[in-house]
């Protein structure tokens, strides 16, 4: 375990964010900054950039180590929350390598909620998935529709979304799962973004594309019974996604606790969709690049990849009532920033 200091200074509280190095939680931790909270990042760095962490506090560690959980706190003092979204999230690895993640997304996120329950640490906000749903007509979701995650990845989040709801049950901890639809874009103020060398991602090809690192686009399903026969998402801000972690940790009590609307129903879990409200069709989104890029890509169209599906989007009308959030930023700013962050990434050597 190493561990930066970060600077020392008068904050709202401390929030531990596992995957702190990672895309999303990195950019959850730059949203906790700006919004005066101290985020203590936990991050084994299997995926995540150290980078990413530079002038943070830092452990570098497994969710699964106990004994490093007992040591933050008893160095920083009670953790207010934790945002966890450490996890491996590639799905066709997962298809490949089933043990590999039901271990590091499933056994590891039980040790690491028993031990925040032995440091008294009572808020979770848990990083889940849009993938555990089923697909349905019309394709927009709610938090009660039908779940259906198909892969050994979506399994892992489904599986750990079903623990937390047992803790907060038994244990008197309270918990909130985010569901996160389909991520795009960059911190607007630079300090982080998407890092891997190969995305997989629509958005991260289309970038590839348009920089001559991928020949083709290809428009992988053109059958659907969707406006334009492209499969159709929910393309969140990563900006958006991670103001909303910060609405989620200051209105726990709230939720949970306090007298209003919201509250009236008195689980300790609940369950938020996190998207704009409106399905983008691969199609629109090609078109959207385009225009933001400024010239046309080279694409074509092809067949279904296995495990495609038609898609769906985000009703968010739960993230409104709950947590007083709702998406700002347009999908072109998520594609204006993905392509200023890949400039900016690609000149430090990294990608
Ligand atoms: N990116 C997406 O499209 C997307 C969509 C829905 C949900 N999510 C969820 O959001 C979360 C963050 O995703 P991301 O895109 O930032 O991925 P990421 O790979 O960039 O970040 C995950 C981070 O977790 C760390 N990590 C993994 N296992 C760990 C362990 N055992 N101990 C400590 N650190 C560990 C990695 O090093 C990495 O920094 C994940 O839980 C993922 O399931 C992501």
Redesign the pocket.
Known sequence: MTANSGEKKQTLGNILV??????????VCSALLDAGWTPII????????KE?TEGRVFYH?????RSLLKTIVEKHGPIFGVI???????VPESVESPETYYR??VS??LE?FAGLREVGCKRIV??????IYDAVAGFMVTEESPLKPLSP?AR??FMMEMVLEDFCEAYDMRGISL?????IGADPKMRTG???KAPT?VLGRLVGVSLGKIPTFEITGTKWPTRDGSGIRDYIH?WDLARAHVKAIESFDRVFNGGTEASSNQSSYRVINLGTGHGVTVRELVAAFEKVHGSAINKKESSPRPGDVAGSFASCDAAESLIGWKAELSVEQGIRDALQWTGIWDRRGDV
């Open positions: 596992t995957g702190g190095a990672g895309y999303i939680g990195a950019t936990l991050d084994n760095l299997s995926q995540g950039r990413f560690g497994d969710i699964a180590d966890h979204c450490a996890a491996l999230i590639v590091e997304n590891k996120s690491l848990f990083s889940s998935s849009a993938a990845y892992t989040k569901r996160y639809f389909n991520p998407t890092y891997v991602h990563v």
